[in-house]
RNA sequence: GGUCGCGUGGCCGAGUGGCUAGGCAGAGCUCUGCAAAAGCUUCUACGGCGGUUCGAAUCCGUCCGCGACCUCCA
């Protein structure tokens, strides 16, 4: 695999496919953005990860990347029959508020979760409410084309009559005949749908609905899975590059997504598909329901039941990135504090560079570093080998550190940027916080630590002893080195 | 039940027809007043059973176990 070349495992195909966008140098990138009922718990920022390392490397590799990701705040109903209630009014009834309210509750507590974990912001974050027109366009263009049916003032998808001609199931694999057979018995009722696989791209509203708009069949809301067709289609075009979301989002919502614009008479509208996995707890996926999810506050503060401490963001990023984003990962308490030492280890080793005194011949293999990084990259967004790959590298740090290995001073540099440029920009990494006053304590430091020093050489022990005691207990650890002390602030 | 996927050492997790993943933990050594850090060395491994092959953890079959989806899900 060249290291120039970036392949991504396409959802759709099965298989790495080398990535070569529509329109280079542009590069559309759509993520299905949060339904904002509720708040965002830790299964849903992997996900939102995932995507944010796409958009990061791509940015790193000079496209120009537009980032749209939505949010949903209307549509998304607690289930699909003919009575089923939106979401957000459903919550907005129990906390006794106007949805609005609600929307804008959780909208802000997603953002406060983004920027806890360093997630980019989007370059458009369209919000369903905000293109009701567009969705209306689409619901008639579906219905002009003969891919929808209008029934009571709702919406249908024929899903039927789109299996005809095109495949339905292309993306989640699915037959549906197969599936006519595992969901009769679901079919009782006073179904409005002509066949079961129908889904609502318009649903009319009933009289105590709060969120509703005129259509040319009535007031209702639009379905859960135009907003995604038509926003990205507003903004990326009929065809773009790369639809993202989770593993669950696959079917039938992409599924759907995917028949909507060809049944509106678009092409098929992306070319690469990818998915997320779950986030699981004791080896299920984490959800609400199971009552294993956590709340980023309640892993911040360690107050949920299943964590033995809290832990910082940046920890939780970056045992994310040490799993595969296609993989289920596991959370543990065991495997985050693994998780935190080595960054730690790593987060140092960078300190470290800014210490190495250069000289006049370089030692140490810096091109394959840097390569290998590329590669596994490249190799469909593979962090956890690019991290193996830091770390090998740190390796090498450590001994240009000790003079055991040596840099000139171009290679250094070299070196330094590689690392900033994966660590912070790729893997979106944050550096640990600086002081206020970096100076101040800094000197303040070297008096103490002087203060040390004459005590270790009258052999006074227990005053050296007494002063990194102390030191330690308000976080910050002395190490003694062959040529003096150093410090560090622990978190 | 259907579809798809997974099963790797004490834990987490990559990868792959022959060659070290990496992190954390463990052991030894170097360094040290002690410690910490770092470096070097090192120990545990590919679910069971068959098959293909010169060679399989990797491919095929089968069995066991686990998970996701199957119109709420990131």
Redesign the pocket.
Known sequence: MSNKQLFIYNSLT?KKEKFVPINPPFVGLYV????V??E?????????LTFDIVYRYLTHLNYKVRYVRNI?DVG??????DF?ED?IEKRARLEKIEPMEIVQKYTNSFHFTTQLFNLKNPDIEPSATGHIIEQIEMVQKIITHGYGYEINGSVYFD?KKYAEKFNYGEL????LD??L???RE?LEGGEEKR??????IWKKASPETIMKWNSPWGTGVPG??LECSAMSTKYLGQQFDIH??????????HE?EIAQSVGSGSPSPVKYWM??????VN????????GN?FLPLELISGSHPLLEKGYDPMTVRF?FL???????????N?????????????M??IK?LENIKPSYSTSINLTSIIENCYS?MN??F?T??T??????G??????L??G?ETITINDLKTLKNHYSTFIFEILGLMPEKETSNPELLNETLNIILSL?KK??EN?D??T??FI?DELSKINI??????DG??WKIEN
């Not at 080896?283 to 199971?290: A, I, R, T």
Request: proline content about 2%; overall charge positive; charged content about 25%.
């Open positions: 099965s299905c953005g949060p339904t009922y509720s965002a718990h830790l299964g849903n920022v992997r996900t939102f949903t998304h109903l607690v289930d699909d029959v089923g979401k899903v989640s694999g699915r037959k197969e599936l057979e595992q969901t679901n066949f079961f696989a129908d889904f609502a859960w899975h993202g979301g989770g593993m669950d989002l696959k079917f039938p919502h759907c998915h997320g996995n779950m986030l699981t080896g299920s996926k984490m959800s609400k329901s199971l999810s045992f040490q799993a595969q984003y296609r993989s289920t990962v596991d959370f543990s065991e495997a985050l504090q693994a998780s935190e030492k080595g960054l730690k280890r790593l140092s080793g470290l596994s190799d469909d593979n956890p080998i991290i193996a790959h830091l770390f090998d740190l390796k090498q740090i450590n001994l550190n000790e055991k040390r005590a270790k052999k022990y227990s050296s002893d990194r650890t002395l190490k003694d080195n062959k002390t150093t």
